[in-house]
């Protein structure tokens, strides 16, 4: 059974700092794309960050320059840095797991993160 259990959310300042973490177990972690998608309120879906398997980095507009994706094989995590947040960051952030065999996604619960201005 594949979990992705996500920590690190929360409140925070314009300008200030979170780092996410996701914590997963029931895959092969290694051979994995992890991803952070983010849903604000009243919108879709959207990809944040993703790292690949050989570490191949995407990142999202909007996001590019202020947050950082990274990954920990050994311990199973992956890690989204956020930096200079912006009230426009406010979301429910969701961690994502594709199957390198068949590309199927896994999701953790996901946590808010807030953005006061």
């Known amino acids: 059974q594949v979990q992705l259990v996500e920590s690190g959310g929360g409140l925070v300042q314009t300008g200030g700092s979170l780092r996410r973490s996701c914590a997963a177990s029931?895959?092969?972690?290694?051979?994995?794309?992890m991803a952070w998608y983010r849903q604000a309120p009243g919108k879709q879906r959207e990809l944040v960050a993703a790292?690949?398997?050989?570490?191949?980095?995407h990142y999202a507009d909007s996001v590019k320059g202020r947050f950082t994706i990274s990954r920990e094989n050994a311990k199973n995590l992956v890690f989204l840095q956020m930096n200079t947040l912006k009230p426009e960051d406010t979301a429910v952030y969701y961690c994502n797991s594709r199957r390198s065999y068949d590309n199927r996604d896994f999701w953790g619960r996901g946590t808010k993160v807030t953005v006061s201005s």
């Open positions: 029931g895959i092969f972690f290694s051979t994995a794309t």
């Open positions: 790292i690949t398997s050989d570490y191949s980095i």
